[in-house]
């Protein structure tokens, strides 16, 4: 059996698996989980309103979660995804609100690339503090999620305010056209996939993609062979920022037209979530990414015809976490033997001399590519 195909079904065992856990909690509330389950695609799908519900929060999961997966093919588990969108959407509000003097198209241009270089710069330093110092990425990353979203917060409760009830920031001055209305969906769902089949071609069709995923198997290796694996690797983070800021940037100029504080809780959480129970395989994660939105759009409309709380979706999702984490720890900790072995084989080779004794000094990653 190829991998693709023993991926696919780790992936379905695994959907299988929580749906199935949801059912016995479903039913232990005395519902009927199939009335639930349909319930949930009736509300994702069954109406104009609940599908573009369904397309609005699956625009900003698609982006976050290939995010995610970019940094993972480099050997990086980034956490901040969410506060780099949270930087891109202020960047973005920023410039929509007082470059009106640009023409509108150079207008939402200019939107777009503030807030890649803004969520870009934001996603540099905990790739540089990796990269050479061997600083943890994940923690790093935690804490400046926390950072960006006060930092959004102070924005639009003081310079950038409104002066409303709800912080937030002046109204953009340019927007993404609604496709589906009544909801937000907009053109930007079209951005999202343009940039994410972008990507994909680029990291499997282009010899920069190869240096990428070559880093996140072994960097040792990588170094071995003449490529820079620490360049290699900050410049991953620096795409899975402006990817981010891309979500960001589409958020605020298509679904709200402002910056709305906190407007980005929860989308790089979920965009992670997506990339994980695939393995940040980048062609399953975008239809994982689909089917949380659908989860998420749905969750409502089963909480009015059945009674079953939209809880239960938040204990569906917390399940996938737990069983992608689990097979995660034991990936983790056999890559870690793995990559100790050839250090060890390469030193052994070189003598204990050369540029191999230099590179895992601040390059000693065990991130998630897989």
Not at 143 to 156: D, K, P, W
Not at 170 to 186: D, F, G, M, Q, Y
Not at 226 to 254: H, Y
């Amino acid at each position: 059996m190829s991998q693709s195909l023993k991926g696919l079904r780790k992936i379905l065992l695994t959907l299988a698996l929580a749906l199935g856990i949801g059912a016995i909690f479903i039913l232990a509330i005395g519902e009927n989980p199939l009335a639930a389950y349909g319930a949930v695609f009736k509300g994702a799908f069954g109406t104009k309103l609940g599908f573009g519900t369904t397309i609005a929060g699956f625009t900003p999961l698609l982006l976050t979660s290939i995010a995610f997966a970019v940094a993972a093919k480099a050997g990086a588990f980034n956490v901040g995804v969410e506060g780099e969108v949270c930087l891109g959407g202020i960047a973005a509000a920023w410039i929509g609100v007082n470059c009106g003097f640009l023409p509108k198209p150079i207008l939402m241009l200019a939107c777009f690339a503030g807030a890649m270089a803004v969520a870009a710069a934001w996603a540099l330093i905990p790739a540089v503090l990796k990269a050479y110092y061997n600083v943890s990425e994940v923690c790093v990353t935690i804490l400046m999620n926390t950072v960006a979203l006060y930092i959004g917060s102070y924005l639009v409760s003081g310079p950038m305010s409104a002066g409303t009830a709800n912080p937030q920031s002046e109204p953009v001055l340019v927007t993404l056209p609604k496709i589906i209305k009544p909801s937000s969906a907009n053109a930007g769902v079209f951005i999202a996939a343009g940039v994410v089949i972008l990507v994909i071609v680029m990291l499997y069709k282009t010899k920069w993609g190869y240096k990428i995923r070559t880093v996140g198997t072994n960097p040792y290796h990588a170094d071995y062979v003449g490529i820079n694996s620490k360049k290699v690797f900050i410049n991953a983070m620096l795409l899975s920022g402006m990817l981010g800021g891309i979500a960001g940037c589409i958020e605020v100029l298509g679904v709200h037209g402002y910056y709305l504080d906190n407007f980005a809780k929860d989308l790089g959480t979920n965009g992670m979530l997506a990339a994980l129970i695939v393995k940040s395989n980048m062609i399953f994660t975008p239809f994982m990414a689909f089917f949380l939105a659908v989860l998420k759009a749905g969750a409502m409309a089963m909480q009015q015809s059945t009674g079953v709380p939209k809880s239960i979706v938040d204990t569906i999702s917390a399940i996938f976490i737990i069983v992608a984490t689990m097979e995660l720890l034991f990936q983790f900790n056999g890559k870690r033997k793995a990559l100790a072995a050839q250090k060890k084989e390469m030193a052994a080779k070189t003598g204990g001399t050369g540029i191999n004794d230099e590179a895992p000094k601040g390059n000693d990653r065990e991130g998630g590519n897989k």
